[in-house]
């Protein structure tokens, strides 16, 4: 693997950001200490997907946590900084200015 200090689900969830980004309802996708992180507007059951549009339980090995935001958690829409990968996202979060 790359750096020492990135740990894998960093890796993976970089790795697979567009293709999840894809999903019905997913804003963002990020990493958490040792899982990926997709965080969906609203959490649908199984049963009312079609083929395909269900996110997996891991992706290389590493579970997949799906988090529903409510309106008042997110402000629901894409933005230029959620449609970035989650390393350059990282890296806008530090650099707020006042």
């Known amino acids: 693997m790359g ?5 894998p689900s960093e890796e993976a969830a970089e790795r697979h950001h567009e293709a999840l980004k894809k999903f019905p309802n997913v804003l963002n996708v990020s990493a958490g ?7 969906v507007s609203k959490k649908l ?6 083929e395909g549009e269900a996110l997996p339980e891991s992706i ?3 579970p997949v946590d799906v988090v529903e935001l409510s309106t008042k958690d997110f402000v629901l829409g894409r933005t230029s900084a ?6 350059i996202q990282r890296r806008l979060a530090g650099g707020v200015r006042r």
């Open 3 to 7: 750096n020492p200090a990135v740990k």
């Open 33 to 39: 200490a040792d899982r990926i992180v997709v965080f």
């Open 45 to 50: 059951d199984k049963a009312s997907l079609k």
């Open 60 to 62: 290389e090995g590493i």
């Open 82 to 87: 959620s449609e970035k990968s989650p390393r």
